[in-house]
């Protein structure tokens, strides 16, 4: 595997319904990050972890729980979530503290919710 | 105001001309700055990056960056069909993680 790599691709859940977003990076990198990108919308900036400390909580509801047990591996927990939370998820990772913080995203997980 | 601005487009160019990519940001101190292109369904993809005032070629591309003005663009020469897509302007602020932003994007459409 290379580059960024997330599982599963595409997934439909009820409201009611736990699920796991998973997200591996093959760079080396010290940072990961989730971003939601809704139809029609920007880029929205959800959770960063950085050497494995989280240092963004961009404001987003509790039914979504991040969660990195290291710097190569990257989780998003989702229950009870709602319709309009069906959206592209999208994890990204970067080098950071080397002046050049190019991010690198990984295919995404189109998530549908009934 | 809003901290990394794009014309949302859509901007049409004819197959073969100069498509120009327009960006403007908020904050005086950022130093890096990024060009992603994002087909539609697809995530979005590096193509360029940039630190120095001045002008940055690669093959097609060129980025243009501007500090004082606080503004970067991007130009693709002999733009191809399958440059079609949305090109989403990104700006490093420099926090203690190095936190990026991502403008709207520009959705670009080249007429064969």
């Known amino acids: 595997e290379t580059g960024v790599t997330q599982t599963p691709r595409h997934l439909v859940m009820g409201m009611t319904n736990k699920k796991s977003l998973k997200c591996e990076q093959h760079?080396?990198?010290?940072?990961m990050y989730w971003y939601k990108q809704s139809a029609k919308k920007p880029l929205e900036l959800m959770f960063v972890?950085?050497?494995?400390?989280?240092?963004e909580n961009n404001s987003v509801p509790s039914r979504f729980s991040p969660e990195c047990p290291n710097s190569s591996h990257l989780f998003l927990h989702l229950h009870t979530l709602q319709p309009e939370d069906s959206a592209l998820y999208l994890c990204?990772?970067?080098?950071?503290?080397?002046?050049?913080?190019?991010?690198?995203f990984g295919p995404g997980t189109r998530l549908t919710v009934l | 105001q809003k901290e990394v601005e794009q014309n949302s487009g859509p901007l049409s160019v004819p197959e073969g001309a100069i498509a120009s990519l327009n960006c403007t940001y908020s904050d005086r101190g950022s130093q890096s700055f990024f060009w992603y292109r994002q087909y539609s369904g697809k995530s979005p993809e590096l193509i360029m990056s940039i630190y120095s005032n001045g002008d940055k070629e690669d093959g097609r591309f060129t980025a243009q960056l501007n500090k004082a003005s606080q503004y970067v663009s991007l130009l693709i020469r002999d733009s191809q069909p399958s440059d079609s897509a949305t090109y989403l302007c990104?700006?490093?602020?420099?926090?203690?993680?190095?936190?990026?932003?991502f403008g709207p994007g520009t959705s670009l459409s080249v007429i064969p």
């Open positions: 990104a700006v490093d602020l420099k926090t203690s993680y190095d936190k990026v932003i």
């Open positions: 990204a990772s970067s080098q950071v503290g080397t002046g050049v913080n190019e991010q690198f």
């Open positions: 972890y950085s050497l494995e400390e989280r240092v």
């Open positions: 760079l080396g990198h010290n940072a």
